[in-house]
């Protein structure tokens, strides 16, 4: 059903469809309209979970990893300086295996105080171990949620769904809202591969000799290196459904391109008017959407724009120091070719 809503309630409302369990949430703008949203769902009786309110980002994630460690299905929501709070417990999540989820609302990181959309936020936390997938508008982010739970779930890594702030956040939008019984058919009740069980007592996460720790590191990486083939089983199995699909990332008129442009999140819906405008004056211009960027999906990179003369990416982040975070994931997939497009890195639209 067709429903007018911000993109925070989009969030909202996927995670109450997916019959999340339990939610530990701190506020922080921009996200603060996804929790507030969840405690009115816990408190008027229309969701079965445990709202757990604590005391700081930290503890929202600290009490998630008990959670999950129960085997049961989670959810947490946070934003720029929440985001950095939680870095210590990020690490912990993934190479815990934990299937948790998690929407992260693009947002500067201080000072000067900035409340208004860059990436630099999540895309710092880049080398945690979490899944990270950035949606454009309303709908993917709705749909991305439920995608997110089976894929975290599938590979027992941590999920990130990434928004930009008040251009998705507070933006109202039409969205297609999906009956409970479709979610459940896609979204079946968590099997999990670790449990705590008090009639069955295990030590999780102990001391891990050096003989251990590299092992369970590789394990991590190689978790990471099947999430774009269980990616595709995921968004298969989701089109048959709802009959929409996103894919790792989305080409726009690149077979012919000259130049492309490379964005992602709500940039890429006024690039696709501006290469529109561009082509239809002769001008030979595609776009590339990033939506999946941990794992970074190299292979798609070079079939896409290894064709290409050049290649402009406009990241709405900085490393210091270096460039762009996505100009930088571009180069790196692209350098080993014997012939590939010169990329040029352009910033824009940092804290806005």
């Known amino acids: 059903m067709k429903q007018v809503m911000e993109g925070s309630h989009a969030v909202s409302e996927a995670v109450r469809l997916a019959r999340v369990q339990v939610i530990s949430a701190y506020p922080i703008t921009p996200q603060t309209h996804i929790v507030e949203s969840l405690s009115e769902f816990y408190a008027e009786g229309s969701m079965d979970a445990r709202f757990l309110c604590v005391e700081s980002e930290h ?47 693009n947002r500067a990181l201080g ?3 900035n409340i208004w959309t ?18 454009e508008d309303g709908q993917e982010v709705l749909d991305t949620i439920f995608q997110a739970f089976r894929l975290a779930e599938m590979v027992n890594l941590p999920a990130m769904v990434v928004m930009d702030a008040f251009y998705l956040s507070h933006t109202y939008e039409p969205v297609d809202v999906p009956d409970q019984k479709r979610v459940d058919r896609f979204l079946p009740p968590i099997e999990p591969r670790i449990e705590l069980d008090v009639e069955n007592p295990c030590a999780l996460s102990q001391l891990s000799p050096p003989t251990m720790f590299m092992e369970l590191r590789h394990n991590i990486q190689i978790a990471m290196e099947h999430v774009p083939r269980c990616f ?23 077979d012919d391109a000259e130049i492309i442009m490379v964005v992602t999140g709500t940039a890429a819906s006024t690039c696709r008017e501006v290469i529109s405008d561009l082509r239809s004056g002769g001008e030979k211009v595609g776009l590339l959407k990033i939506k999946m960027f941990r794992p970074f999906p190299k292979e798609l990179i070079r079939k896409f724009l290894a064709p290409a003369q050049k290649v402009a990416v406009v ?16 180069k790196a997939s692209l350098c080993n070719l014997d012939a590939h497009p010169f990329v040029f890195s352009y910033i824009a639209g940092l804290g806005g």
């Open 59 to 105: 503890s929202a994630l600290a009490a998630l990893i008990g959670a999950s460690s129960c085997g049961v299905r989670t959810f947490t929501a946070t934003s720029s300086h929440g985001l950095a709070l939680m870095h210590e417990l990020l690490h912990w999540t993934a190479a815990a295996r934990l299937p948790i989820v998690m929407a992260e609302v």
């Open 111 to 113: 000072p000067g105080w």
């Open 118 to 135: 860059d990436q630099t936020d999540s895309l710092s936390q880049r080398d945690t171990g979490w899944i990270q997938l950035y949606c």
């Open 232 to 254: 595709k089983l995921v968004e298969d199995e989701f089109a048959a459904l709802f009959n929409r699909r996103y894919g790792q990332m989305e080409p726009v008129h690149c």
């Open 315 to 330: 990241d709405r982040n900085f490393s210091f120091g270096t460039s762009g975070i996505f100009a930088q994931e571009i």
